[in-house]
């Protein structure tokens, strides 16, 4: 039943991911400035989880668990900086997406997620534990990989964006995918001593923090934007944020960081190409996008049956 349950939040997971790349990338061209974009994102959530647990005696608890096993040892103070990963990842949304499109950005993170996912379980950073990297999961991830690369092809139409800073765009959501890895498993990890929301809160808490002093360099470079568009949506990136984070901590400790990032890439794939239809941008629908959102849902569906017959 956790399997099932955390496959299905891990395909809702990457839809909402897809959806914030989209909301991020389109705030960061709005206000020119991607990093200002970031920290409204991760600023925003923060402050409804400030709010949660003014409300919640249980966070709160949670909170002073988690405080409590930090002294104590079962948790280290690196396994609380998650965040700075999360905070990266968003930034790069608005950094780049404007310039190499959601799904380039899709197969820069996918490629680096999927492959440090292995390296993550293999070495047992995350709550659940040691997983070995049998031939089995490692065909799954390199099909997903596959097939993302493929619908990507689809989705760029042949369009050639050339130039040298365009690959560094491209390395920089690859960093930020293999960051996710890491930052799941530790997340996940906080979540098994305080619970998911409390664990999501020093998640935003770390993240908001680095972005705020990369933004203090960033005013003396650019300045403050001048300018800030009024449509509510373009500020949604932060809600999405806090549901993506809250289930994730949940969810790897039921399925493994691998498996969570085959999920959501799934997830990720089939919300492209909603937003492609409900709100039309850039290269169209083709051929490619559903053969490969086809293939991935094909590779997770492989990840499961084989992690299932595992611990059987």
């Excluded at 440090?116 to 070995?132: I, M, N, Q």
């Excluded at 097939?147 to 365009?166: E, H, M, N, Q």
């Amino acid at each position: 039943m956790r399997r099932r349950a955390g496959v299905l939040l891990g395909l809702s997971c990457g839809v909402g991911v897809s959806v914030q790349a989209r909301i991020n990338g389109d705030l960061g061209d709005r206000l020119h400035d991607g990093i200002a974009a970031a920290l409204i994102s991760f600023g925003s959530g923060l402050i409804l989880l400030l709010l949660a647990v003014c409300f919640s005696a249980r966070m709160r608890s949670g909170l002073a668990q988690i405080r409590r096993a930090v002294r104590t040892g079962p948790l280290h103070w690196w396994q609380l900086l998650g965040g700075f990963c999360g905070a990266f990842f968003v930034a790069c949304q608005g950094l780049t997406v404007a310039t190499i499109g959601v799904t380039a950005l899709t197969i820069a993170v996918v490629a680096g997620q999927l492959s440090s996912g292995l390296v993550v379980d293999r070495w047992g950073l995350g709550p659940a534990g040691v997983t070995p990297v049998t031939p089995v999961r490692l065909g799954a991830a390199a099909l997903a990989i596959g097939a993302v690369c493929l619908a990507a092809l689809g989705r760029s139409g042949g369009s050639d964006t050339g130039g040298g800073a365009v690959y560094l765009l491209i390395a920089l959501p690859a960093l930020a995918g293999i960051g996710l890895a890491w930052q799941q498993a530790v997340n996940g990890r906080v979540a098994a001593v305080g619970g998911p929301l409390p664990a999501t809160t020093i998640n935003f808490a770390t993240g908001t923090f680095g972005l705020v002093l990369v933004q203090l360099v960033q005013l003396t470079r650019i300045g403050w934007p001048e300018e800030f568009p009024t449509e509510p949506w373009l500020y949604l990136g932060g809600l999405i944020g806090v549901f993506f984070i809250a289930v994730a901590a949940l969810v790897v400790r039921w399925i493994g960081v691998l498996l969570f990032g085959l999920t959501s890439v799934s997830g990720q794939l089939v919300g492209s190409v909603v937003i492609d239809v409900v709100v039309p941008s850039g290269a169209g629908l083709s051929a490619a996008v559903f053969i490969g959102c086809g293939l991935t849902l094909v590779a997770a569906a492989v990840a499961v049956l084989a992690q299932g017959r595992a611990r059987a």
